[in-house]
């Protein structure tokens, strides 16, 4: 079929794409979908109309026209368990605890954390150098959630809380998977989960106190709760923000790893190269945060933020209507787009689904017109620390050795919640002579 050239009629809704095999081939089914319709299409997702918008232009325009016409659309579930989380949030309540919540998540905070990361990452790595990994996903989520514990609650993985914490961040998140709408009240699931949330709530108010009375610099606890001290009703509370940051971290900065060690395993050329920067970060943390320094570790991470998107859609609604592609899209419609649209463009990326990081070798800031992070109003509050947490892991593991497959890489993707393998992928790191 040919490439959709006519415009559309003002006022008309944007054409309905009869997609099939969704779940199985998302971004397949979303291509063919734009090169036979444009920019902006309709089809069902999950069983739902939704307007689709990935591609490049299709997403400025979208960031552009975001506040004010587009809410993030979540579950009564979702509302349930995250209360006044920022996903959850509107308007100027939204802005407000963005701004609270941002600096001690920004690059400037990030060399504070640096030391606290490797503490908790060193011997994890060092664990998958001497028995390998049955399942690279899995090692990948628990390495993210003890970061993600360390730096936003100020957890160390001896501490008493780790263990209570992650039994009921488990039953937390466990819970998300019940029944989005009524049925949720009669899932045992859900009310596991309304538990749980409530004494992660009370250990979180417990770490607020002391880290407000402590000085640990590896956390950025203390300069939240600073910001939240004299924060208006409107911005929701700190609890909330704190449980809504642990989820947001968790499956995508894992998927990001995964992915950057199988292609590193993928491709021995780079795994050496980074290799030699990684015994440098270890001997010199400070390159970690430095935007110049680490420029091959740098450019995989981009590479693979770009090939491998761990976000496969962000979802809103339209609270009035909104012009989208030239198309009039009412009140109350599902609008979707996706983090990575234009990341497989080859006129942007020559040979878009070929893992080439020195394309990123030539540019001076690597990654920074990627989306993966998405854009506008609710682009991602933690990309500054995600990329550290990520750029940490692979430092710590390239230190014990070369990333290896011994299975080979994953048959099956999945892309929800996060782009992961589908089955475990074991993982080895080789040892090599310089490596200590
Ligand atoms: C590789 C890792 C990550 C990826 C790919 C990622 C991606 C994204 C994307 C695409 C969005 C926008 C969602 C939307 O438009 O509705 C988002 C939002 C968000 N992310 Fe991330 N994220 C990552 C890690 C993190 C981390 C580590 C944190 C916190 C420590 C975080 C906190 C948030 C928050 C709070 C939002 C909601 C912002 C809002 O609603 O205003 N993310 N993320």
Redesign the pocket.
């Known amino acids: 079929m040919s490439e959709r050239t006519l415009l559309p009629a003002p006022g008309e809704l944007p054409p309905l794409y009869p997609s099939r095999g969704f779940d199985q081939d998302p971004l397949g089914v979303m291509a063919e979908g734009h090169r036979q319709y444009g920019p902006v299409f309709r089809m069902m997702v999950d069983e739902a109309d939704t307007v689709l918008v990935g591609t490049w232009a299709g997403l400025g325009e979208l960031f552009v026209a975001e506040r004010g016409r587009l809410e993030?659309l979540n579950t009564a579930l979702v509302h349930d368990l995250f209360g006044r989380a920022?996903?959850n949030?509107t308007g100027d309540g939204?802005a407000e605890a963005?701004r609270r919540?941002r600096p001690a998540?920004s690059a400037r905070a990030l060399p504070r954390y640096v030391p606290a990361l490797l503490v908790v990452t060193g011997p994890v790595a060092a664990g998958w150098a001497r028995q390998g990994v049955a399942d690279l996903y899995l090692a990948a989520r628990e390495v993210t959630h003890a970061m993600?514990a360390r730096v936003?609650l100020g957890i160390h993985p001896a501490d008493t809380d780790t263990g209570p914490f992650a039994a009921d961040f488990g039953r937390f998140i466990t819970a998300t998977g019940a029944p989005p709408g009524e049925r949720r009240f009669s899932d045992a699931r859900y009310w596991a989960g309304r538990g749980a949330r409530r004494r992660l709530h009370t250990l979180f108010t417990r770490r607020a106190v002391a880290a407000r009375l402590g000085t640990d610099p590896g956390s950025a606890l203390p300069g939240l709760v600073a910001a939240f001290e004299d924060a208006p009703k409107g911005v929701g509370p700190l609890a909330d923000?704190l449980l809504?940051?642990?989820i947001?971290?968790r499956e995508?900065?894992a998927?990001?790893i995964t992915w950057c060690l199988i292609e590193l395993a993928r491709h021995r050329e780079y795994a050496g190269l980074a290799a030699a920067e990684a015994h440098g970060a270890l001997a010199d943390p400070r390159l970690l945060v430095r935007r110049d320094a680490l420029p091959i570790l740098r450019a995989v991470l981009a590479e693979t933020?770009r090939l491998h998107?761990?976000?496969l859609l962000?979802?809103?609604e339209t609270v009035c209507p909104v012009s989208l592609g030239g198309y009039r899209v009412p009140a109350g419609m599902r609008v979707a787009?996706s983090?990575s649209a234009g990341h497989l463009d080859p006129r942007v990326f020559p040979q878009p689904h070929a893992f080439r990081p020195g394309r990123f070798l030539v540019r001076q800031s690597p990654g920074a017109r990627l989306r993966?992070?998405?854009?506008?109003?609710?682009?991602?509050?933690?990309?500054p620390?995600?990329?550290l947490?990520?750029l940490t892991a692979l430092s710590c593991a390239l230190h014990q050795g070369l990333p290896r497959l011994p299975s080979g890489p994953p048959d099956h993707i999945r892309y929800r919640p996060?782009k992961a393998p589908a089955a475990p992928v074991p993982f080895a790191l080789d040892r090599q002579e310089s490596a200590s």
């Open positions: 993030v920022l996903f949030l939204h963005r919540l998540l993600s936003l923000h809504a940051l642990l947001a971290a995508t900065t998927s990001l933020q998107s761990p976000n962000s979802v809103r787009y983090p993966a992070f998405g854009g506008g109003a609710h682009a991602c509050l933690g990309r620390l995600a990329e947490m990520t996060a």
